[in-house]
């Protein structure tokens, strides 16, 4: 299972800083990414970035230049920053795990965490 | 860069049949891709449908299947029933760690 943790409400220019808490699974595991999706109001799912447990990250080119992702293993944790946030940036946020075998899919989802950004 | 298409909305009988598919901007999709299928109903998180093409996901009924269709994945609802109306979207497997999701189809039961 994925829990996400956000802020919920951000200002403008801000820094959003999101936490995934995996739990009855390791982090470690060779057999995933972890990753980050969105998916603003009205709008569809986007895919943020990824993760794994030894540290390599996978961004969207259209974020990367305000998006870092990291992994704490020790508490089987992995985070979002997203710096320089706008009303854009408002959206459900999800923390999911995407199966690195010969599988490649989104196998595990936390239930989403929303964030709004506004001043 | 190479976007992922779906169709923005598809329209279904109560017990018809729907295909809705995921193609590329550029380029056709394969299994190389590995497409996997999600349904967003509102309020909820993703529900994994289909994976690796055409593998369903735990629990998800059999009227639910996928493929590939010319140079098209494609998800195909057979027996449409009133709760599958929310948006479906499309997965593909970019490259290492790389994943790109289509638009989103908004399917209504009606």
């Known amino acids: 299972q994925l829990q996400e943790s956000g802020p919920g409400l951000v200002k403008p220019s801000e820094t959003l800083s999101f936490t995934c808490t995996v739990s009855?699974?390791?982090?470690?595991?060779?057999?995933?990414?972890w990753g980050w999706i969105r998916q603003p109001p009205g709008k569809g799912l986007e895919w943020i970035g990824n993760?794994?447990?030894?540290?390599?990250?996978y961004y969207n080119p259209t974020l990367k230049s305000r998006v870092t992702i990291s992994v704490d293993t020790s508490k089987n944790q992995f985070s979002l920053r997203l710096t320089s946030v706008t009303a854009a940036d408002t959206a459900v946020y999800y923390c999911?795990?995407?199966?690195?075998?010969?599988?490649?899919?989104?196998?595990?989802w936390g239930k989403g965490t929303t964030v709004t950004v506004s001043s | 860069q190479t976007v992922v298409t779906q169709e923005p909305s598809f329209s279904v009988s109560p017990g018809g049949t729907v295909t809705l598919t995921c193609g590329l901007s550029s380029g056709s999709v394969s299994t190389s891709y590995y497409p996997s299928w999600y349904q967003l109903a509102p309020g909820q998180p993703p529900r994994t449908l289909i994976y690796t093409t055409n593998a369903r996901s735990s629990g998800v009924p059999d009227r639910f299947s996928g493929s590939i269709l010319g140079n098209k994945a494609a998800l195909t609802i057979t027996g449409a029933q009133a709760d599958d109306e929310c948006d479906y979207y499309c997965m593909l497997y970019m490259g290492i760690g790389t994943v790109a999701f289509g638009g989103g189809t908004k399917l209504t039961v009606l």
């Open positions: 999911a795990g995407l199966r690195r075998d010969h599988l490649k899919y989104m196998d595990v």
């Open positions: 009855g699974a390791s982090i470690s595991s060779n057999n995933y990414y």
């Open positions: 993760i794994f447990y030894n540290g390599d990250t």
